[in-house]
Nanobody, 115 residues
Framework: QVQLVESGGGLVQAGGSLRLSCVAS????????MGWYRQAPGKQRELVAT???????NYADSVKGRFTIDRDNAKITVYLQMNSLKPEDTAVYYC?????????WGQGTQVTVSS
């Protein structure tokens, strides 16, 4: 069972930056895709960014050029650097991975961007 633990959320003014981190418990060095999703109040959970173990990335159009995803395979940790934050980025951000066809989610970390 993969457990994902996020950190780094908080309150920031528009135009500011935050860096989220997510570490997978245990010695799951075979995790391929890891990533971030978010869910704003009253909205569906949506993809933010993903990254494969080989470093291939995928971003939602709404965050391209502002957010950067990277990972440290040795630490089984994925990061999300968020710059030029906007109020519409306010949401609970969830770490995600998949292993042998099963999806795993973190508990979520709140990101609030004030205008």
């Amino acid at each position: 069972q993969v457990q994902l633990v996020e950190s780094g959320g908080g309150l920031v003014q528009a135009g500011g930056s935050l860096r989220l981190s997510c570490v997978a418990s245990g010695r799951f060095f075979d995790l391929n895709t890891m990533g971030w999703y978010r869910q704003a109040p009253g909205k569906q959970r949506e993809l933010v960014a993903t990254i494969t173990r080989g470093g291939s990335t995928n971003y939602a159009d709404s965050v391209k050029g502002r957010f950067t995803i990277d990972r440290d395979n040795a630490k089984i940790t994925v990061y999300l650097q968020m710059n030029s934050l906007k109020p519409e980025d306010t949401a609970v951000y969830y770490c995600y991975t998949n292993r042998y066809g099963l999806n795993y989610w973190g508990q979520g970390t709140q990101v609030t961007v004030s205008s």
